[in-house]
């Protein structure tokens, strides 16, 4: 073997390559996450009516109704919708639940999208202090132990399940195909899942007993790859993530149903965002 050949320190250890996945995996996550324009740039929520109104931080008085949202802007006002400056009146037409469209607005964009049965505006700016600010989601360090061996049990036919969320109030239905049974420490557990973003893919939302403690209290999530033909599944918390609404108010996250409280601590994953935290900000445990 000539020098050239030698194995990278990563490949010689399967421990060492195992962290360097994590890592690659966390730092693209971070990286999405304070995108320009992702939640970590959100400065408000508001709530559409049938009553024309005003927001101070949105050009345009809007509205909405069965037609789906609509605004009135002054003269000196514009929107930037499908990279075409729009002025005057514009009917977005109706928007599908948990559906929206982004369109630009001086100083970054808009999100018009509708959550829970309620049409919303969330604007996003880059240069949002908290955005700028933000330094980073602590984590748990990677384990072996936090990767486990699952089985996707499907439902005779998927299930509405009905969630709450992070805005008190609000309610989310989400159609359950199945459940995901594993074990930990030999003992038996099961999560009901969600449709993923990826075909065939799952979702998990859950807490366990490290929420509120050392974890965001109200949600973390897990995504799941496609089963296999036997049902298969790999469960890896230690890509447990936050949702939105453990960084800003202005998310309507979804809340995991009841049967997905853990009663056990899930060390593993996304820690409390510092923002969050009570302890003090030189703490980066």
Not at 184 to 192: E, I, K, M, S
Not at 239 to 264: G, K, Q, S
Request: one cysteine or more; hydrophobic letters at 35%.
């Amino acid at each position: 073997m000539t020098i050239n050949d030698a194995p990278t320190p990563a490949a010689a250890d399967p421990r060492l390559q195992f962290d360097e996945e994590w890592r690659q995996w966390h730092r693209r996550h971070e990286e999405a996450r304070a995108d320009p324009h992702g939640f970590l740039a959100v400065t408000g929520l508001h709530w559409l009516t049938s009553a024309p109104q005003r927001f101070p931080d949105v050009p345009g008085e809007w509205h909405t109704g069965e037609g789906g949202p609509v605004v009135a802007l002054d003269a000196d006002e514009v929107l930037v919708v499908d990279d075409r400056p729009i002025r005057g009146r514009h009917e977005f037409g109706p928007i599908a639940e948990r559906g929206g469209v982004t369109v630009g607005i001086d100083g970054g964009v808009l999100e018009v999208a509708r959550r829970g049965g309620h049409d919303i505006l969330r604007p996003r700016r880059p240069d949002h202090p908290f955005r700028v600010a933000y330094r980073g989601t602590p984590t748990y360090p990677p384990s072996h132990r936090w990767v486990l061996s699952g089985r996707f049990v499907p439902f005779d036919t998927p299930r509405p399940t009905t969630v709450g969320a992070a805005v008190k109030g609000l309610k989310h239905v989400y159609d359950a195909p199945g459940q995901i049974e594993f074990a930990v420490d030999g003992v038996p557990l099961a999560l009901t899942a969600f449709n993923g973003h990826a075909p065939g893919s799952l979702l998990v939302l859950f807490t366990d007993t490290t929420s509120g403690v050392t974890t965001y209290p109200a949600n973390r999530s897990l995504a799941v790859g496609a089963p296999d033909e036997q049902g298969r599944v790999a469960v890896d918390f230690n890509r447990a993530t936050n949702l939105p609404c453990a960084y800003t108010d202005f998310a309507t996250c979804p809340l995991p149903p009841a049967e997905n409280r853990l009663p056990i601590a899930v060390e593993a994953g996304e820690k409390t965002p510092y923002e969050r935290r009570a302890d003090t900000p030189a703490d980066r445990s």
